[in-house]
């Protein structure tokens, strides 16, 4: 392992992403409408609904400073967030499709607990969906895991080996089998995160961290970038 001196405060300030946008074409359907977008609310796009002459009905359009750089249907992309919203409970996989793979990366600004809570289902969705390596996540407090502890038994229960981190305000519920690291460090306390290592394939390799800055207001990222994602994974030896 190689030795990391870096903070998770420091992680964020040197990370950039350029804000992209997510725009459906011609929709003919609300109700995937509806779920499309309630999907990449975590992913704190600008989000745009047009009637696009020249391009196909019922099409997602992944921008980057105003080029396309992936494109699906509404259909498919609709399946994925459908199992991303039910996924563990019911024990749903997906392949993820264009759109969500060229997201890559994404900085967000002043969210709050409830998205903070979404946006980690992408990385927690992600280790679902390969079924084994391992998990790491920081909550800030232990007993913010009473918050969705199916998601986690599900987790527990599969080859997915998890470890999470928080102040020791209270013992995480017997029933989740989890490594569990207590920690009262100000670093565990200000930032929430959760790293997926892949099972050591760097293409499955995802983390969202964020610093609390302001009272329920949460400023950082998600990449795919796997060199950030070990820096994370490897900083949690050093915290844990």
């Known amino acids: 392992m190689k030795l990391v001196t870096e903070s998770l405060g420091e992680c964020i300030e040197r990370i950039e992403t350029n804000r992209k946008t997510l725009?459906?074409?011609?929709?003919?359907?609300d109700a995937e409408l509806d779920l499309v977008t309630s999907f990449f609310d975590p992913h704190d796009l600008e989000v745009e609904i047009v009637d696009a002459a020249g391009r196909p009905s019922d099409t997602v359009d992944l921008l980057a400073e105003g080029r396309r750089v992936a494109s699906s249907p509404l259909e498919v992309v609709?399946?994925?967030?459908?199992?991303?919203?039910?996924?563990?409970a019911l024990g749903l996989r997906a392949d993820p499709p264009a759109v969500v793979t060229e997201l890559r990366d994404n900085y967000f600004e002043s969210y709050d607990k409830q998205r903070m809570v979404m946006a980690s289902r992408i990385v927690e969705f992600q280790a679902w969906n390969v079924g084994s390596g391992e998990l790491h996540a920081g909550f800030q407090q232990l007993s913010k895991l009473d918050h969705q502890p199916e998601v986690y038994r599900n987790l527990a229960s599969s080859a997915v080996d998890v470890h999470v981190y928080g102040?020791?305000?209270r013992e995480p519920l017997p029933s989740l089998d989890l490594t569990v690291h207590g920690s009262d460090e100000e670093e565990v306390a200000r930032h929430w995160w959760v790293a997926y290592d892949g099972d050591g394939d760097d293409d499955e390799k995802v983390v969202l961290l964020a610093q609390e800055r302001g009272e329920n207001q949460f400023y950082g990222f998600w990449t795919e970038r796997s060199g950030i994602v070990d820096d994370v994974i490897d900083r949690m030896a050093q915290l844990g």
């Open 167 to 169: 102040e020791p305000d």
């Open 78 to 88: 609709s399946h994925y967030a459908r199992a991303w919203e039910e996924s563990m």
């Open 23 to 29: 725009r459906v074409c011609n929709a003919s359907d």
